[in-house]
């Protein structure tokens, strides 16, 4: 059973990706669903979440944007509904009413455009529009949330006749106090209100003058409150209605919650598919944040090949300061199994560790991830990490002995389905010794035939990743001069740790270091100097590529703008050709035409004049193809367009050649006969020889040194030199 260990989870932080992931959700229901996203290896499953997650954020792009699909939890009215003779308020049924309505706006939707969104089509496919639910909600509750007078014939009448009696306890209230009114028994302000009952306000020493039930007194006593007989009798009246009002509102609840249970896994389906759509819609909102993309999965192989992959939490956290993130390029494959990374600390090694493993894990969750959108990814069975010293003091364990025991799982679980990431591998003991049981731990995981990246200063490991096939060094490139990380990961040689150079930088004594070279093996710094000196070539060779990358694309552009170019002189000249030929048939025309008239001229008979006029039409008419009248006219205006263009570079042409005839001509000195003896050279060169011979107009001509056949018309003579 796949299962991820929690440091692996902890180690690449993964709750604070959903923590980020569950600030995109819009219901309290989807930002808890958020935080259950788990790594999975069921291939199908993360193909339609990834899928799923993709579509979404495409929507965000185009004129068909998926609705809202906002909710409210019904979990707690669904547990009160499978309680036999349990009766829901009506807020229930108003959010029942109203998710339903949410559901079958997005299920309309979803149908309409499936050919945008088939993999969020499918997950609406197991539901069905429900329009009975509204309706029997909106029959019985108004919008705002209160029971419909019309919701049944006995509450209708009772309604009426609680209007009725309010009306009446109105009326006697009023009588009662005209009637009071003109005595002294009322206080100034007259009346008040009890218990939501208008009652007068007596004098107290007039209380016994006053027929009606006392419901109260004023803080000092002074007035009494009291409810007239008349109103009296008709409040007891509207309670007694009020109540057979309340009892018939949970009669029609009642009824109306049994409608409902029924449709008990309908509404348990439509909220799990809004709480669906909410995660769906967290993860795309959150792949927009940070640019992500679909890589394409590869199912048969194991292959990982991101490029331009980000770390997450470090791009959030640099957008929201304004500074920039380096991306990496990182591959994983049969040829390329482990990746031994090495170099100066504060590199971004570490960096590049977390990057592959938390990538990892989001792909596995049903997340898009932060590189180019031609990276490739795959599914792993296990990842699993071992970053940072964890030293335990509750279980009395070093930082050694808790990576011991780390070893002793990865060797158990480690095969060719296994990812694992191993930040600065062997440390934490003698460095020959725990340098040595890294390197054999290493051979075991090649063997085993895993994949993983690992992080190292220890010499040992980087010529192992040398020597074996599927193992490959790399290096967090430093800019040679300032010693400053370039945060940029150069696949195919070791790194140099830089330890004395940046000792040196850092204002150490030089004599110390040199005191400290003298002490370790001369092949040691000649091996890191090595390193060293290799990163320093690469550098050198990463520029020269960039410029010649650089001219590349300049003599592409410059390629496709004669390509251009071309195109438009080829088009120009095919318009012109026609517009030759047109004018050729039309120039051959008029000849006929003349001829035609001369004939008239000459004999003037009208009838064969006609008969070669018809004859010449017919002959042009059968040339003719049939046009509308639009076709005619965007012809006509395409020659009048070409004619105009025509005419104006032949007016350029024109005014040349008069320019050219109103220049004097200069005087052609005439050539000189050249013969044998005569020195000479080549009109583009600079040597003189002599000519030694004449031959069919070739001359042998004699530089000193050589001689050499030259045709006479390349020669020209050179004026001997005056003493």
Excluded: W
């Amino acid at each position: 059973m796949f299962k991820i260990p929690k440091k692996t989870l902890e180690d690449l932080e993964f709750h604070q990706v959903l923590r980020q992931v569950s600030d995109y959700a819009i219901t309290p229901m989807g930002k808890e669903a958020c935080f259950d996203l788990f790594p999975s290896i069921e291939v199908v499953f993360i193909q339609t979440e990834l899928q799923a997650v993709f579509e979404f954020l495409a929507s965000f792009d185009n004129e068909n944007r998926i609705p809202n699909h906002g909710f409210q939890s019904v979990t707690s009215f669904l547990s009160l509904l499978k309680i036999e003779n349990s009766v829901l308020e009506p807020a229930a049924f108003k959010t029942f009413a109203a998710n339903t309505e949410t559901v079958n706006t997005l299920l309309t939707f979803l149908l309409k455009f499936k050919t945008y969104y088939p993999t969020l089509f499918g997950a609406s496919e197991h539901l069905v529009q429900e329009k009975e639910i509204k309706k029997a909600v909106d029959q019985v509750i108004d919008r705002f949330g209160e029971i419909r007078d019309h919701a049944s014939d006995a509450l209708f009448s009772i309604r009426k006749q609680i209007h009725q009696i309010r009306g009446k306890i109105g009326n006697s209230f009023n009588k009662a106090l005209s009637s009071y009114q003109s005595s002294n028994y009322l206080d100034d302000i007259r009346e008040s209100v009890v218990d939501n009952k208008r009652v007068l306000a007596v004098k107290a020493m007039y209380r016994r003058k006053v027929k009606g039930a006392i419901l109260g007194s004023s803080k000092t006593g002074s007035i009494v409150f009291i409810e007239p007989e008349a109103t009296n009798a008709l409040t007891r009246e509207l309670q007694n209605l009020q109540y057979e009002e309340t009892q018939e509102i949970k009669k029609i609840l009642s009824e109306l919650t049994e409608f409902f249970r029924p449709f008990l896994p309908l509404l348990q389906s439509q909220q799990d598919f809004l709480l669906y759509l909410d995660t769906v819609y967290a993860r795309a909102r959150y792949a927009a944040s940070i640019n992500a993309q679909l890589p394409r999965i590869v199912l048969d192989t194991q292959e990982i090949d991101y490029i331009n992959a980000y770390h997450p939490l470090l791009l959030k956290t640099h957008q929201l300061e304004g500074k920039t993130t380096f991306p990496q390029d990182i591959t994983l494959d049969k040829e390329h199994r482990i990746v031994v990374i090495s170099g100066p600390n504060a590199g971004g090694k570490s960096i590049t560790l977390k990057t592959v493993g938390l990538l990892q894990l989001m792909l596995q969750s049903g997340m898009l991830i932060p590189v180019h959108e031609r990276s490739v990814g795959c599914i792993f069975d296990r990842i699993l990490t071992d970053i940072g010293d964890n030293q335990s003091i509750e279980n009395h364990l070093s930082t050694y002995s808790y990576r011991l025991k780390n070893m002793k799982v990865f060797l158990k679980k480690c095969n060719a389905q296994t990812l694992f990431l191993i930040d600065e591998f062997g440390t934490g003991s003698d460095p020959e010794l725990g340098g040595a049981l890294a390197e054999v731990i290493l051979e075991d995981f090649y063997e085993r035939e895993a994949f993983g990246l690992i992080t190292t200063h220890y010499a040992n490991l980087k010529v192992l990743a040398n020597e074996l096939p599927a193992m490959v060094n790399a290096n967090m490139q430093f800019d040679n001069r300032t010693l400053e990380p370039v945060f940029k990961l150069i696949t195919g040689e070791a790194g140099s740790s830089f330890t004395f150079e940046v000792a040196q930088k850092n204002g150490l004594p030089y004599s110390l270091i040199n005191r400290a070279k003298k002490k370790i093996e001369r092949g040691k710094v000649r091996f890191d100097e090595t390193i060293a000196k290799l990163q320093k070539e690469r550098s050198k060779m990463a520029k020269t590529g960039a410029s010649l990358k650089e001219k590349e694309d300049q003599a592409a552009k410059a390629s496709e703008n004669m390509e251009s170019l071309n195109a438009k002189l080829k088009s120009k000249l095919i318009s012109y050709q026609e517009l030759f030929d047109y004018n050729q048939r039309m120039i051959a025309l008029g000849n006929k035409f003349n001829e035609v008239a001369e004939n008239y001229f000459l004999n003037n008979k009208k009838r064969p004049l006609i008969a070669e006029l018809l004859r010449l039409v017919e002959t042009e008419n059968a040339k003719r193809k049939r046009k509308t009248a639009t076709e005619a006219k965007k012809e006509r205006a395409q020659k009048d367009k070409l004619n105009t263009v025509v005419e104006k570079e032949i007016a350029v042409v024109r005014k040349e050649k008069k320019k050219q005839k109103k220049e004097p001509k200069t005087e052609i000195t005439p050539k000189r006969t050249l013969k044998i003896g005569d020195r000479v050279r080549m009109h583009d060169g600079r040597s003189v020889g002599s000519i030694d011979a004449i031959e069919k107009r070739k001359a042998i001509v004699n530089y000193g040194k050589f001689t050499t056949q030259i045709n006479l018309d390349l020669l020209e003579f050179v004026e001997a030199e005056k003493k």
